[in-house]
Structure formats: C-alpha cells, structure tokens
C-alpha cells in the first residue's frame, strides 16, 4: 500500500513537499514515480527514482523546480516542489514498480498505486 500526504494549497512561487509511504512491503528493489493528473488531461510522469541503481529521471516541465528522494529507513518516497505555478495545479499520486531497475514516467509501467494527494497553486 501508498499512501501519499503533503498536499495543498499555495501560492504561486511556493513550494510544498509531497510524501508517500509504503507499507506491506520494502521499496528497496522497486522503481518508485510521481505522476500527476489535472482535471480533463491524462496522468503524466513528474518524477521517477530507481532504488536498483539510483537513477533519477524527470518531466521537462519540472526540471529545475522539483526534486525526488528516497528514504529507505522510513520506507517513504519524497517530492520537493518548489516555485510552484498554476499549471502545478493536479492530484499527485506516487506508484511503484516491483523489480524495475531504470526510472520510468510511463503510468503504464506500474503495478501499485497510491491515492493520491491532491495540490492547487493559485493565489
């Protein structure tokens, strides 16, 4: 299980940090994402780490601004956001992927899903 926590509402320029913590089971051998959906678009890929080889990819749209992480002792993945825009604005959802050993933005890719948590940006 993913439970993400973290989000809200900020004003543009802000920045937030996204969290997700799995339970029932280790991320250590998992490609780990965090994927947006806006209202009336597609889910996309923000961010991806590798646990297996600690490659980082990220979207163009968040390079510079956002950063992932990963806490293995707490078994919790991290978002860093920072200047924060309105097209920002979606439901944050972070998803796992057993076994993979590159990082992935394709939704397609995972297996376990996360709530997700929801971020508005608007002043």
């Known amino acids: 299980q993913l439970v993400e926590s973290g989000g809200g509402l900020v004003q543009p320029g802000g920045s937030l940090r996204l969290s997700c913590a799995a339970s029932g089971f280790t991320l250590e051998y998992y490609t780990i994402g965090w994927f947006r959906q806006a209202p009336g678009k597609e889910r996309e890929g923000v961010s991806s780490?590798?646990?297996?080889?600690?490659?980082?990819a990220y979207a163009d749209s968040v390079k510079g601004r956002f950063t992932i992480s990963l806490d293995n002792a707490k078994n919790t993945i991290y978002l860093q956001m920072n200047s924060l825009k309105p097209e920002d604005t979606a439901v944050y959802y972070c998803?796992?992927?057993?076994?993979?050993?590159?990082?992935?933005?394709?939704?397609?890719?995972?297996?376990?899903w996360g709530q997700g948590t929801a971020v508005t940006v608007s002043s």
């Open positions: 998803a796992a992927d057993e076994g993979a050993v590159v990082p992935s933005l394709f939704p397609n890719d995972y297996d376990t």
């Open positions: 780490i590798s646990n297996d080889s600690g490659d980082i």
